[in-house]
């Protein structure tokens, strides 16, 4: 009898074990899509704010290039255009009629030498007169391919950088109309010529930044991926760490307020099977079974003075 008796108390147990195992995991999914929702959320702002930075970079970047080439392509276009005023005007006369001059063939050379000496990295540079009422469309007047000039037909965002007055342009698409792939950084400078006063030419250059792009991008990318691990983790032990508290929390409560109960009703109830019906039950004031247990203390009172009245009848 006490073999049988123990046994029905360990699958009673088990029972109760399972609940708690079952609570404890859809805790533990919970807080597992809690937190893998956050992994995302904060990884996608950690994402934003890496693509600020990496911006910023390239701003410096081109902000650098900029002022480096603005005193060059200055000096280049005063020593192109030191001409004299007899010569201003037929110089003017030749290029509003598209017709070459020595002077932009000099300045075709300056350009050409610049960039085959691999100056700043220089893929073109151009000298571009920007549209007017007088000059009609934007036209390249000097270049270091020589072949633009007059027959290049200026790309829209050129000339509406040289009307915004935009310093530079970060093409990342390239600049197709000269067959440059990859990333390209077009730098916008206003030139004023000595013989036309008021009257600004713009130097353009064009500098490849696929590989300072791509060299930027790799070293965030790096940092991306080690803070990402980083978070991943924290959050991974975060859930585990939560998930224990909580399980230990719950087995203890599970305890105190369902399985202690329980188990004492349990044990009144047998040794009232076992004849045993003068034995006091336990009621816990405010528990969650404080109306099972006064209900069985009730009826095992009635049960005493039912056997009592059914003894003294007799």
């Given at each position: ?96 009629q598209k017709k070459m001059t020595d002077v932009q063939r000099a300045g ?7 960039v085959d000496a691999g100056s700043f990295n220089l893929e073109n540079l ?146 009232v099977m076992g004849g045993q019906i003068d034995v006091d039950v336990k ?32």
């Open positions: 009898m006490a073999e049988k008796k123990n046994t029905k108390g360990i699958r009673f147990r088990k029972k109760r074990s399972i609940i708690l195992y079952q609570i404890a995991g859809l805790v533990a999914v919970v807080l597992l899509i809690s937190g893998v929702a956050t992994f995302f959320l904060i990884q996608k702002s950690e994402n934003r704010l890496i693509n600020k930075s990496i911006d910023k970079q390239i701003e410096a970047e081109a902000n650098n290039m900029v002022s480096a080439l603005n005193y060059i392509t200055e000096a280049m276009v005063e020593s192109t255009f030191a001409i004299t005023e007899a010569n201003a005007q037929q110089i003017n006369s030749d290029i509003a075709d050379q300056v350009a050409k030498a610049m151009s000298v571009i007169v920007p549209p007017t009422a007088f000059t009609g469309a934007a036209y390249v007047i000097v270049s270091s391919d020589e072949s633009l000039v007059y027959e290049w037909k200026v790309p829209d965002y050129i000339v509406q950088a040289m009307q915004s007055e935009t310093p530079y342009l970060l093409r990342k698409e390239g600049v197709p109309e000269l067959g440059l792939e990859g990333a390209q950084l077009i730098i916008l400078q206003a030139q004023e010529i000595s013989f036309a006063p008021g009257f600004n030419l713009f130097v353009v250059s064009v500098v490849p930044m696929q590989e300072k792009i791509d060299s930027i991008n790799a070293y965030y990318n790096k940092e991306r991926g080690n803070v990402s691990l980083t978070m991943g983790l924290s959050v991974f032990l975060s859930i585990i760490a939560v998930v224990i508290i909580i399980f230990f929390l719950l087995s203890y409560l599970i305890r105190k307020r369902i399985t202690q109960p329980i188990d004492e009703l349990s044990a009144t109830a047998e040794e009621v816990h004031e405010g528990g969650e079974f404080q109306g099972l247990e006064s209900v069985f203390k009730e009826m095992l009172d009635s049960l005493r003075n039912l056997v009592t009245r059914s003894t003294e009848n007799n």
